[in-house]
């Protein structure tokens, strides 16, 4: 009972404080010649700015994989046609302020962070980053050789293998098969022209979208992100298509491999941004995970570091993954921990305790201009709704149990297992049965 009384004063104390911030410095959008420009006074002396290009994967073809990080990349390790890269990076370290961009599945962020006194001097560098670069063929070859290392020393941790093999066999055909690290091959035949000509082509405002946290007047932020996008052309209407991920089957996929262990991971439906139970299954999966790990590591000893997740974009996914020398036991006990909660569902205290849990790490973790901004940014990107960084807290109090155990209930059902490893160690036809299938479990899909 005082478990729960100091749980109930948490979300108190967490809504009371949230209140008084959002009271204190209301956030609001405004539109500058087309783009959204979405500002969250910050309360103190620091300034993040991000600078959103929408699209991720869907912007470019499979055998091109890749070539928007390095775009991307290229903004500020080129130089720009004002400045060579020591030069526009040793302005910047003069104020201790970052510039700096990545890509990935959703969409390009550039961002810059620095002190408030410093914003004129480093704003002048990141519009000459997203304006101006000059992809530099040297400076060029150098990040394309960065990119190809990263990518080997990638392929050689099988926790980011596994990964990447899970997501090329589950949505083979789909936008979502794309790395936006691209592959060796890609990447080495990637000339700096090419690269500079598709930036262009992305870099329109039909794609932008611009977030401000930092304690900025409006009419500065207005003018300042106004001078900056009169280069930039408007381009054809952009839609962010969002896709729904249905398994009509159980399959798994074995890879060879000479590994200490064997690595296993799975993919599922989850329910796309915006859709009603979204949050449900959200807080449904962070309690799966803790009881994944609980059955998995503590109970049965099959894995140092089972993991379980909901992985959010165009395309929302359940995963579920382990390293392991007993696949077959690992699927024994996951497949009975889904019967089991398919059929009793989750326990009160549970959902309870997870919802503290979950909002209590979420508003941790958005303390600083950074995190706040990336929050607002994925937001209004996949849910076309910033707006829900401000109001999560409340979506989630009012959950109930039986909204997150019918949420685990609808969208976990067949999955994609992947494998690598060795192949005589596992027995394909238990992970093809799958939960809920067999002959002694009266339970029904």
């Known amino acids: 009972m005082i478990k729960k009384y100091v749980f109930t004063l948490l979300i108190a104390a967490a809504i009371g404080n949230i209140k008084t911030v959002q009271a204190q410095n209301a956030a609001y959008e405004t ?29 470019y073809p499979a055998n091109k994989m890749g070539i928007e990080s390095m775009a991307i990349s290229a903004l500020t390790e080129c130089g720009t046609l004002k400045h060579d890269k020591n030069s526009f990076k040793d302005q910047l370290e003069k104020v201790s302020a970052t510039v700096y961009g990545f890509s990935n599945k959703n969409y390009a962020v550039i961002r810059m962070n620095c002190i408030k006194s410093d914003f004129d001097t480093v704003w002048p560098l990141y519009t000459e980053a997203i304006t101006q670069p000059k992809f530099d063929a040297k400076e060029f070859t150098r990040i394309k050789q960065d990119a190809i290392n990263n990518l080997k020393q990638e392929d050689s941790q099988p926790d980011a293998a596994i990964d990447k093999f899970a997501d090329k066999i589950a949505f083979a055909n789909r936008d979502y098969a794309k790395d936006p690290s691209g592959t060796v091959d890609i990447i080495s035949k990637l000339t700096p022209e090419e690269t500079k000509a598709y930036y262009q082509s992305i870099l329109t405002k039909s794609r932008l979208l611009v977030v401000v946290v930092a304690d900025l007047d409006k009419a500065t932020i207005e003018a300042k992100v106004k001078a900056m996008l009169s280069t930039i052309k408007q381009g054809p209407a952009f839609e962010f298509k969002k896709s729904f991920f249905r398994v009509y089957k159980n399959s798994i996929n074995v890879e060879s491999r000479d590994l200490a262990t064997n690595y296993v991971e799975g993919i599922t439906s989850g329910p796309q941004p915006g859709k009603p139970d979204f949050d449900a299954f959200n807080v449904a999966m962070r309690i799966f995970a803790d009881r994944h790990f609980l059955d998995v590591r503590t109970n049965n000893g099959l894995s140092y570091a089972p993991g379980a997740w909901f992985s959010v974009g165009q395309t929302s996914v359940a995963k579920f993954s382990v390293s392991t020398t007993q696949p ?89 297992w992947v494998y690598q490893g060795d192949p005589k160690k596992v027995n394909q036809i238990l992970y093809i049965n799958g939960t809920l299938k067999r002959a002694d479990n009266p339970v029904s899909h």
Not at 39 to 44: A, T, Y
Not at 329 to 357: C, H, Q, R, S
């Open 31 to 59: 539109m500058v010649d087309g783009v959204k420009v979405i500002v969250q006074p910050s309360g103190n002396d620091i300034v993040e700015i991000q600078t959103i290009i929408k699209g991720g994967v869907q912007n």
């Open 328 to 416: 077959d036991k690992y699927i024994a006990v996951f497949d009975k921990l889904v019967d089991k909660i398919k059929t009793e569902g989750f326990k009160p205290e549970e959902v309870a305790n997870m919802k503290v849990t979950y909002l209590t790490g979420f508003y941790y973790k958005n303390e600083t201009n950074s995190a706040q901004a990336s929050s607002i940014a994925s937001n209004e990107v996949l849910f076309n709704n910033w707006k829900r960084s401000l109001t999560l807290v409340n979506d989630v109090k009012k959950l109930t149990t039986e909204q997150v155990s019918d949420a685990f209930r609808t969208y976990i059902n067949n999955i994609v």
